[in-house]
């Protein structure tokens, strides 16, 4: 793809993450996705939980349901969404800090939140920039603190299995108004730009689908680089 057709579908990214935030609000609050169902809600929220974080960063927060199922745990929890009409749907229902900002506005002045003990993004890579968000979470967690990223599985998504952007047209669901282009990564894909953005991945668990025993995501535990180094 060249330089031109990747900002196109970026773009397209953007305007359908936009013209969609109402559906995607009422998708999640009613209960609409039978993946979250059946075990990828569950999963991203144990993992937090076990790894013993007390303040965590949710980035790319949409609606806000993360970051309240973690601060009803106890946790300090801040919600970040580019979306300012996702954000307003999560302040509306409270439970946590929710903030608007983009990937790139948190990379410019990582400290503007404080800094984490641990940063989950679920499902919020859609990019084909991981980068961005990655060095952005890196810079504002703490020495000790762990990167969560739960994502489709490579394996269950139809071929070619090479990186490149698709297109999800939302079957199934009422609302959407704009088919939505997201960039899938191969499992190695994952694990190169986690390394280049200075992670190493400590954990990989696969949420099975209590239905078919088949994975409904990928779920990827990772520290810093650095610290590992120094043991």
Do not use: K
């Amino acid at each position: 793809m060249t330089a031109s057709s990747d900002d196109d579908a970026v773009a397209r990214l953007q305007r359908s993450w936009q013209a969609n935030a109402h559906a995607w609000t009422r998708a999640v609050r009613e209960r609409r996705i039978a993946s979250r169902r059946t075990g990828t809600d569950a999963a991203i929220v144990d993992a937090v939980l076990a790894g013993g974080a007390r303040r965590v960063l949710d980035l790319g927060c949409g609606e806000g349901w993360l970051a309240r199922a973690l601060a009803a745990q106890g946790l300090d929890v801040v919600g970040l969404d580019a979306s300012a009409t996702l954000v307003e749907a999560a302040r509306g229902l409270g439970g946590a800090r929710f903030e608007c900002a983009s990937y790139a506005d948190l990379a410019a002045d990582p400290d503007a939140f404080g800094a984490f003990d641990a940063v989950a993004c679920n499902f919020a890579l859609l990019d084909a920039d991981l980068h961005t968000p990655l060095r952005a979470a890196h810079a504002c967690l703490q020495p000790r603190g762990q990167l969560f990223v739960q994502t489709l599985h490579p394996l269950i998504v139809d071929a070619p299995y090479a990186d490149g952007w698709r297109v999800e047209h939302f079957t199934g669901l009422d609302g959407f108004d704009e088919p939505m282009p997201w960039y899938f990564h191969t499992l190695s894909g994952w694990f190169d730009a986690l390394h280049a953005a200075g992670f190493v991945v400590d954990d990989l668990h696969e949420p099975p689908d209590p239905a078919s025993g088949r994975p409904l995501s990928l779920l990827l535990r990772a520290s810093l680089q650095q610290l590992r180094e120094a043991r």
